[in-house]
Protein backbone atom coordinates (compact mmCIF):
# COMPACT_ATOMS: atom_id res chain seq x y z
CA UNK A 1 0.00 0.00 0.00
CA UNK A 2 1.18 3.60 -0.64
CA UNK A 3 0.03 5.85 2.80
CA UNK A 4 0.03 9.49 2.97
CA UNK A 5 0.67 11.34 5.86
CA UNK A 6 0.00 14.98 6.64
CA UNK A 7 1.80 16.44 9.79
CA UNK A 8 4.76 14.26 11.76
CA UNK A 9 3.41 14.25 15.10
CA UNK A 10 4.35 11.46 17.51
CA UNK A 11 0.86 9.25 15.97
CA UNK A 12 1.90 10.14 12.84
CA UNK A 13 5.47 8.59 12.50
CA UNK A 14 4.84 5.51 15.12
CA UNK A 15 2.15 4.73 12.66
CA UNK A 16 4.23 5.35 9.57
CA UNK A 17 7.25 3.13 11.11
CA UNK A 18 5.22 0.12 11.84
CA UNK A 19 4.14 0.36 7.90
CA UNK A 20 7.44 0.98 6.98
CA UNK A 21 8.47 -2.53 8.59
CA UNK A 22 5.94 -4.27 6.67
CA UNK A 23 6.90 -2.96 3.29
CA UNK A 24 4.62 -0.57 2.75
CA UNK A 25 5.74 2.86 0.75
CA UNK A 26 5.24 5.86 3.15
CA UNK A 27 4.94 9.61 2.03
CA UNK A 28 5.15 12.64 4.86
CA UNK A 29 3.79 16.05 4.17
CA UNK A 30 5.24 18.44 6.56
CA UNK A 31 5.70 22.24 6.55
CA UNK A 32 8.79 22.74 9.26
CA UNK A 33 12.07 22.34 7.32
CA UNK A 34 13.78 21.39 10.05
CA UNK A 35 11.41 18.44 10.89
CA UNK A 36 11.98 17.37 7.35
CA UNK A 37 15.44 17.60 7.68
CA UNK A 38 15.46 15.71 10.89
CA UNK A 39 13.10 12.59 9.91
CA UNK A 40 14.83 12.37 5.96
CA UNK A 41 17.97 11.44 7.95
CA UNK A 42 15.88 9.14 10.69
CA UNK A 43 13.37 7.28 8.27
CA UNK A 44 13.58 5.67 4.95
CA UNK A 45 10.74 7.52 3.27
CA UNK A 46 9.16 9.95 1.14
CA UNK A 47 8.74 13.71 2.32
CA UNK A 48 7.16 16.85 0.56
CA UNK A 49 7.94 19.85 2.49
CA UNK A 50 4.88 22.02 2.14
CA UNK A 51 1.06 23.04 3.69
CA UNK A 52 -0.33 19.96 3.91
CA UNK A 53 -4.37 21.91 3.20
CA UNK A 54 -3.09 23.28 -0.06
CA UNK A 55 -4.23 21.58 -3.30
CA UNK A 56 -0.77 21.85 -5.06
CA UNK A 57 1.11 20.44 -2.15
CA UNK A 58 -1.75 17.78 -2.06
CA UNK A 59 -1.20 17.09 -5.61
CA UNK A 60 2.22 16.26 -5.20
CA UNK A 61 1.93 13.06 -3.34
CA UNK A 62 -0.45 11.62 -6.42
CA UNK A 63 -3.65 11.27 -4.97
CA UNK A 64 -5.29 9.09 -7.68
CA UNK A 65 -1.95 6.38 -6.52
CA UNK A 66 -2.52 6.72 -3.16
CA UNK A 67 -4.52 4.10 -0.85
CA UNK A 68 -5.02 6.31 2.84
CA UNK A 69 -4.47 10.16 3.35
CA UNK A 70 -3.63 10.10 7.34
CA UNK A 71 -4.09 14.10 8.64
CA UNK A 72 -2.82 13.65 12.02
CA UNK A 73 -1.57 17.46 12.71
CA UNK A 74 -1.98 18.86 16.09
CA UNK A 75 -4.66 21.02 14.62
CA UNK A 76 -8.30 19.84 14.10
CA UNK A 77 -8.96 23.18 12.24
CA UNK A 78 -6.02 22.00 9.67
CA UNK A 79 -6.81 18.25 10.13
CA UNK A 80 -10.44 19.19 8.96
CA UNK A 81 -9.70 21.28 6.04
CA UNK A 82 -7.27 19.00 4.67
CA UNK A 83 -9.66 15.95 4.04
CA UNK A 84 -11.41 18.08 3.26
CA UNK A 85 -9.67 19.27 0.27
CA UNK A 86 -7.93 15.79 -0.01
CA UNK A 87 -11.19 14.27 -0.30
CA UNK A 88 -12.22 17.04 -3.15
CA UNK A 89 -8.43 15.48 -4.94
CA UNK A 90 -9.40 11.97 -4.69
CA UNK A 91 -7.85 10.10 -2.16
CA UNK A 92 -9.96 7.11 -2.10
CA UNK A 93 -9.70 7.05 2.08
CA UNK A 94 -9.56 9.79 4.34
CA UNK A 95 -8.48 9.30 8.15
CA UNK A 96 -8.63 12.41 10.25
CA UNK A 97 -7.87 12.67 13.54
CA UNK A 98 -9.07 15.18 16.57
CA UNK A 99 -8.76 15.76 19.56
CA UNK A 100 -12.26 17.52 20.43
CA UNK A 101 -14.97 15.58 20.55
CA UNK A 102 -17.21 18.51 19.54
CA UNK A 103 -15.69 18.14 15.88
CA UNK A 104 -17.23 14.55 15.68
CA UNK A 105 -21.18 15.73 14.68
CA UNK A 106 -19.18 18.24 12.53
CA UNK A 107 -16.79 15.97 10.36
CA UNK A 108 -19.98 13.81 10.07
CA UNK A 109 -22.30 16.25 8.72
CA UNK A 110 -19.27 17.17 6.41
CA UNK A 111 -19.15 13.84 5.19
CA UNK A 112 -15.85 12.73 7.07
CA UNK A 113 -16.59 9.83 8.49
CA UNK A 114 -13.08 7.82 9.09
CA UNK A 115 -12.83 9.93 12.09
CA UNK A 116 -9.97 9.04 15.50
CA UNK A 117 -9.74 10.82 18.55
CA UNK A 118 -6.86 9.31 20.56
CA UNK A 119 -7.76 11.03 24.18
CA UNK A 120 -11.12 9.55 24.20
CA UNK A 121 -10.15 6.09 22.82
CA UNK A 122 -7.19 5.75 25.48
CA UNK A 123 -9.18 7.25 28.01
CA UNK A 124 -11.63 4.41 27.37
CA UNK A 125 -8.89 1.74 27.33
CA UNK A 126 -7.31 2.97 30.48
CA UNK A 127 -10.79 3.03 32.01
CA UNK A 128 -11.36 -0.52 31.83
CA UNK A 129 -7.98 -2.06 32.15
CA UNK A 130 -8.23 -0.15 35.50
CA UNK A 131 -11.46 -2.27 36.36
CA UNK A 132 -9.82 -5.32 35.01
CA UNK A 133 -11.76 -5.67 31.14
CA UNK A 134 -9.24 -7.21 28.52
CA UNK A 135 -8.65 -4.84 26.28
CA UNK A 136 -7.57 -7.02 23.66
CA UNK A 137 -11.09 -9.18 23.92
CA UNK A 138 -12.60 -6.72 21.38
CA UNK A 139 -10.40 -7.25 18.63
CA UNK A 140 -10.01 -10.36 19.18
CA UNK A 141 -14.02 -10.71 18.00
CA UNK A 142 -13.68 -9.54 14.70
CA UNK A 143 -11.81 -12.28 12.95
CA UNK A 144 -12.31 -13.37 9.17
CA UNK A 145 -14.48 -10.66 6.65
CA UNK A 146 -16.26 -9.22 9.95
CA UNK A 147 -16.26 -5.36 9.95
CA UNK A 148 -17.84 -2.19 11.49
CA UNK A 149 -18.87 0.70 9.75
CA UNK A 150 -20.78 4.14 11.19
CA UNK A 151 -22.89 6.84 10.28
CA UNK A 152 -25.07 9.68 10.95
CA UNK A 153 -28.88 9.21 10.03
CA UNK A 154 -30.20 11.69 8.35
CA UNK A 155 -34.11 12.39 8.22
CA UNK A 156 -34.57 9.38 5.57
CA UNK A 157 -32.84 7.06 7.94
CA UNK A 158 -35.37 8.10 10.85
CA UNK A 159 -37.85 5.70 11.81
CA UNK A 160 -37.22 1.86 13.27
CA UNK A 161 -34.31 -0.09 12.45
CA UNK A 162 -35.34 -2.76 10.07
CA UNK A 163 -36.28 -0.51 7.76
CA UNK A 164 -33.04 0.34 7.21
CA UNK A 165 -32.13 -0.69 3.51
CA UNK A 166 -28.30 -2.21 4.52
CA UNK A 167 -26.29 -4.80 2.67
CA UNK A 168 -26.82 -8.52 2.86
CA UNK A 169 -25.10 -9.95 6.32
CA UNK A 170 -25.36 -6.77 7.78
CA UNK A 171 -27.33 -5.16 10.85
CA UNK A 172 -27.34 -2.33 12.83
CA UNK A 173 -25.70 -3.00 16.37
CA UNK A 174 -26.13 -0.24 18.51
CA UNK A 175 -26.28 3.64 18.29
CA UNK A 176 -25.21 6.80 20.25
CA UNK A 177 -27.57 9.54 20.96
CA UNK A 178 -27.00 12.72 22.49
CA UNK A 179 -23.50 10.99 23.26
CA UNK A 180 -25.54 8.24 25.07
CA UNK A 181 -24.95 4.52 24.13
CA UNK A 182 -27.88 2.56 23.33
CA UNK A 183 -28.12 -1.19 21.85
CA UNK A 184 -30.16 -1.36 18.66
CA UNK A 185 -33.06 -4.11 17.52
CA UNK A 186 -35.05 -4.26 15.00
CA UNK A 187 -38.05 -2.18 16.47
CA UNK A 188 -35.59 0.73 17.98
CA UNK A 189 -36.99 3.92 16.35
CA UNK A 190 -33.67 6.25 15.33
CA UNK A 191 -33.61 9.68 14.92
CA UNK A 192 -31.92 12.19 12.57
CA UNK A 193 -28.17 12.59 14.40
CA UNK A 194 -28.03 9.35 16.00
CA UNK A 195 -25.00 7.81 15.01
CA UNK A 196 -25.29 4.20 13.97
CA UNK A 197 -23.01 1.55 14.30
CA UNK A 198 -23.29 -1.45 11.62
CA UNK A 199 -22.17 -5.05 12.02
CA UNK A 200 -21.12 -6.16 8.53
CA UNK A 201 -18.25 -7.23 5.92
CA UNK A 202 -15.66 -6.03 3.59
CA UNK A 203 -18.09 -5.99 0.52
CA UNK A 204 -20.82 -4.60 2.99
CA UNK A 205 -19.17 -1.67 3.93
CA UNK A 206 -18.04 -1.15 0.72
CA UNK A 207 -21.70 -0.14 -0.69
CA UNK A 208 -22.28 1.83 2.90
CA UNK A 209 -19.56 3.51 2.45
CA UNK A 210 -20.91 4.72 -1.06
CA UNK A 211 -24.34 5.33 0.34
CA UNK A 212 -23.39 7.33 3.50
CA UNK A 213 -20.03 8.98 2.71
CA UNK A 214 -22.14 12.24 1.93
CA UNK A 215 -23.38 14.67 4.49
CA UNK A 216 -26.33 13.59 5.21
CA UNK A 217 -27.58 16.68 4.64
CA UNK A 218 -26.72 16.42 1.14
CA UNK A 219 -28.64 12.61 1.16
CA UNK A 220 -31.84 14.31 2.59
CA UNK A 221 -31.77 16.80 -0.06
CA UNK A 222 -31.49 14.14 -2.59
CA UNK A 223 -34.80 12.52 -1.51
CA UNK A 224 -36.66 15.19 -1.51
Do not use: W
Request: aromatic share 6%.
Amino acid sequence: MRIVFIGTSGLSVATARNLLDKGHEVIFIEEDKERVKELSEAMDCGIINGDGTRPEILKESDPKGTDVLFCLTDSDQQNIIASLVGRSMGFSRVITRIEDPQFDVICAELGIQDTIVPNRMTAGLLSDMARGYDVLQLSSMFKGDARLFTFLAGRDDAGPVSELDLPEKSRAICFYRDGNFRLADPETDLKKGDEVVILTTSEGVAQLREKYDRPSKERDEQKK
